[in-house]
């Protein structure tokens, strides 16, 4: 008997109970489907969060204040908060390949306007920090060097904000109120969507830095030059770890850190965000691999146990093919080949079902997909195989029957 | 060998010659359905010789004995066993399915064995759309379109009514009158006497061989019906 008559028969065989064969299948539909579907949505995130970072430069290096415990040390004036404005400048003017370094404050608050109000961030800057976040203005016009000089009681909104106070209506102008300080709206802010923390980028605030310390109850600290976080912007081509240690350097000096001492500041650079963007994610691939995985297991228990009834059900017609001179290896291969059709054809609606989800999901959630050409080989390869693997022992089962006895099975 | 070993046939000596119809004859457990197995070569004697053709084919092995089956030995059965989903012709096709002919040459053939059979016009019907007889000739003609030397038939008319009996069997008489080796097992003396050898089995021996005038079945001289 060849491939073809065998792939013949098997088909014959699975079309004459439609129902039982469809019933049958859906456990590798569904493991399929949900392998495509999970890596496409998977991919479109990781895409997605690769072009952020992408798009945001990977030269950039975060500084922050640090809450490490001073354990009794008496350290110097001017270091009860530990990061200033002048480390900026210093590190500017010390550490070769820095292009911009853009100190800020932030604070959550309640933002008013009019009748509305609503919880927002703000963030105390310079013109620098617009630049180095890469913000863009689409209406009015960001804060300028003149408004920090002179702590201009100047706003510019985030979308977010905006929709918010104002329905989508234009702002600039406008007042709004945080604590009892009313700024002046003077721009707003262009659209960034979701970072790579999944926070709304777009809900933000931006004052002048010496407005927010001047304005804002709770920012008077001892050290009026205090920030909470700097942006440090590097030059292109420069090395990133090498600045980072020289930083580091310069900022334990600064803050007269003894040998031995913690940091009383963090670092971090988008790559490392990056980089454990990545963990993460291939962490739900993990998880999604052994859903799939026990999935197919499933659906191959379920063929197994369908292939078993089918070779009892068959009994005489196994019988009469082995009277009649089929081989035991020609039964082996019809039992084993009808399986593996069972389970490649329940791939490729899976396969169907998984890419309809994926578009579905792409349309209705407006999530990031893209179907992976691998993750498809691989679901259907590895559904062949269960087809083989859970078809074999109904197969053998079935090549073994004794003609005589199944001729007169009833 | 447990200790239940049953000895189903002793000490049987046959002969059967080209050419001849042989009814076989006996109560159930008289061992006439172990000498049936034995022709038909699904089973192997633990003792003994079996010469098919001139070969002898009693020590051979399973593979070897599944292409005796195929190309030497056509089965016909009380109860058919035609795939219930397939047509005729492609019932009539399964031997040479397994015999590795080519597709084209198996739909003539199939087409002339039912032919042969009368049925050529049921070609595309499905066992279920066909009378007993019908399906019974359309086994006939399965068994015989890989042109065995030997023709095997158990009971072949123990399902039917008896006027389709008697047009089975003079299908029968009129393929042995072309040349066609043919053994019959039946309980039916009306049946073993269209045959003209009959073999009687008791308690695992032959008790008789008898040669005798065959009665010729009503409408053998007929066409094909």
Known sequence: MNALDAVRSALDSLRASPLRSALTMLGIVIGVAAVIAMVAVGAGARDQVLRQIASLGTNLVMVGQGSVVRSGVKLGAGTASSLTEDDGIAVLAEIPGVTVTAPSVRWGLQVVAGNQN????????????????????????????????????????????????????????????????????????????????????DDVILVPLSTAKRNIPGMAKSNPRFVHTMVVKLADGTDQEEAQAQIRDL???????????????????????????????????????????????VGGIGIMNIMLVSVTERTREI?????????????????????????????????????????????????????????VVLAVAVSGLVGVFFGLYPARRASRLNPIEALRHE | MGPHRVQALDNVSVEVRRGEFVAVMGPSGSGKSTFMNLLGCLDRPDAGHYRLDGQEVGRLSSDA??????????????????????????????????????????????????????LDSRAHHRP??????????????????????????????????????????????????????????????DVARFAGRVLSFRDGRLVDDRHQVPEEAPGLREAVP
């Open chain 2, 65 to 118: 004995l599944a292409a005796v089956r195929n190309r030497r030995i056509g089965f016909v059965f009380q109860s058919f066993n035609l795939l219930p989903r397939q047509t005729a012709q492609a019932n009539v096709e399964l031997p040479m399915v397994y015999a590795g002919i080519p597709r084209a040459a198996r739909a003539a053939t199939a087409l002339k064995a039912l032919a042969a059979v009368g």
């Open chain 2, 128 to 189: 279920t759309q066909l009378s007993g007889g019908q399906q019974q000739r359309v086994a006939i003609a399965r068994a015989l379109v890989n042109d065995p030397v030997l023709l095997l038939a158990d009971e072949p008319t123990g399902a039917l009514d008896s006027a389709t009996s008697l047009e089975i069997l003079a299908l029968f008489q009129r393929l042995n009158r072309a040349g066609l080796t043919i053994v019959l097992v039946t309980h039916e003396p």
């Open chain 1, 251 to 297: 900022l334990r000096q600064r803050h007269r850190l003894i040998e031995g001492q913690d940091d009383d500041f963090w670092m971090r650079n988008l790559s490392e965000v990056a980089a454990t963007r990545d963990a993460s994610s291939r962490a739900l691939s993990f998880l999604l691999a052994a859903v799939a995985a026990v999935s197919l297991l």
């Open chain 1, 118 to 201: 609503w919880g927002s961030v703000l963030f105390g800057v310079t013109p620098d920090y617009m630049d180095a976040r890469d913000w863009s203005v689409v209406q009015g016009r960001g804060l300028s060097d003149e408004d920090v000089a002179q702590a201009n009681k100047v706003v510019v909104l985030g979308q977010t904000v905006v929709r918010n106070l104002f329905g989508g209506g234009d702002p600039v102008g406008e007042q709004v109120r945080v604590f009892s300080t009313p700024l002046t709206v003077v721009g707003v802010l262009g659209e960034k969507g979701q970072n790579t923390q999944g926070q709304d980028q």
């Open chain 1, 319 to 375: 019988g009469l093919r082995l009277a009649i001179g089929a081989r035991r290896r020609d039964i082996l291969m019809q039992f084993l080949i009808e399986s593996t059709t069972l389970s490649l054809i329940g791939a490729a609606v899976g396969v169907l079902a998984g890419v309809g989800t994926a578009m579905v999901v792409a349309g209705l959630a407006g999530w990031p997909t893209l179907i992976r050409l691998d993750s």
